[in-house]
């Protein structure tokens, strides 16, 4: 059998054109989307190696007002990144559904479980909040006592920032809370979900909860996060 020749630096000239391909892609994407929400937004590129993009994209988001990432499908890394990001940016981030789902900011969803997590979300969707005509306030009946949701005390604060709100209650049942937070999302008709981001600690290091992983994993609405 003959000796196989691999050109490789063929192979990394065409996996370069690939990438900045995607990334022509992604960025028109992004800016299209921003549009729609009425947002002007600055894009930057960065070309690196795969495994130092958690960290160097999470410090370069610190000083910037949002961070958008479009969920692909089957996109190496993505996960890690999206953790990264959302744990050690310090603000807000965007998770866009990747394909053809649209958002818009009529009905706006605020997932909440009187967590600080959620309420920082809150706060820093404010601004977004006020361009749009309703918002949602989510909350699972059998997730945590109703006492501890302070649901009337939300309302009040939305109200003071004059915005229409209703309460929506919904019940997990066996559905992973991430999953039932959007399908209620989505019933409700809201094209935007505001959610807290949730870590804890393990080994010394900061992993997301459940339903953040479950939401980074498969978003089927742009989602807005705050940890």
């Known amino acids: 059998a003959g000796d196989a020749i691999i050109n490789v630096p063929e192979m990394i000239a065409i996996a370069e054109q690939r ?8 960025t028109q994407a992004a ?7 009425q947002m002007d937004i600055e894009s930057r590129r960065w070309f690196g190696t ?22 692909a499908e089957g996109s190496l890394g993505q996960l890690e990144i999206a953790e990264a990001v959302v744990l050690g940016c310090g603000g807000p981030m965007w998770v866009l559904p990747g394909g053809e789902a649209r958002g818009h900011l ?8 009187g967590s600080r997590a959620a309420a920082r979300a809150l706060r820093d ?12 306030i989510l909350s699972a009946t059998d997730d945590k006592p109703m006492d ?17 709100t209703s309460t929506i209650l919904f019940c997990r049942g066996n559905r992973p809370i991430g999953v039932a937070l959007q399908e209620a999302a989505i019933e409700a008709g809201a094209g935007l979900l505001v959610m807290g981001a949730y870590g804890h600690n393990r080994l010394r290091e900061f992993a997301l909860g459940g339903a953040t992983r479950s939401v980074l994993s498969a978003p089927r609405l742009p989602v807005l996060m705050s940890h």
Do not use: M
């Open 106 to 113: 009529e009905r706006v969803a605020i997932a909440w479980d």
């Open 19 to 26: 990438s900045r391909a995607h990334a022509d892609e992604l």
């Open 31 to 37: 800016h299209a989307l921003a549009r729609r929400f």
């Open 148 to 164: 501890d949701l302070q649901l009337p005390e939300v309302q009040q604060l939305l109200e003071e920032h004059d915005l229409e």
């Open 50 to 71: 795969l495994n130092h993009a958690p960290s160097y994209l999470a410090k370069r988001a610190r000083t910037f007002d949002h961070t958008f990432l479009i969920a």
């Open 125 to 136: 969707a404010l601004p977004i909040l006020r361009a749009g005509t309703h918002v949602i």
